[in-house]
């Protein structure tokens, strides 16, 4: 099971590695539209929608970001020997909710609970 937890967080994990760098790629074309028309302006209408866009983006990336650093956790309690178990509770999580979550640091009890 922790080989497969291993492809599996991997595999999220570079996913998660080529969203973030599309992300900010993303970014840089939208800073580099506002810098070629000087719309970087809230007041100005379309200033205010690179404003939003970027936001949006932003909001993505940390998104993303925050999605690595779980990843990562996750691979660190495999190394640790304690994947898969609840940190609430202490019980296995199941091996259902980590295939579709493998980065889960609660079962799906604790996890309802919240
Ligand atoms: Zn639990």
Do not use: K, N
Request: proline share 2%.
């Amino acid at each position: 099971m922790s080989e497969r937890a291993r492809e599996r967080i991997a595999g999220e994990r570079a996913a998660a590695q080529a969203r973030l760098e599309s992300l900010q790629h993303h970014l840089t074309s939208i800073r580099e539209v506002s810098t070629w028309t000087g719309t970087d302006d809230e007041h100005d209408p379309e200033g205010a929608t690179i404003a939003f866009e970027r936001a949006q983006v932003q909001g993505l990336l940390e998104a993303a970001r925050e999605e690595i650093a779980e990843l990562d956790r996750a691979e660190a309690r495999l190394d640790a020997g304690t994947y898969g178990v609840c940190a609430r509770c202490g019980t296995a999580i199941g091996r259902e909710r980590l295939d579709a979550l493998p980065a889960a640091t609660t079962c799906i009890t604790c996890a309802d609970r919240r």
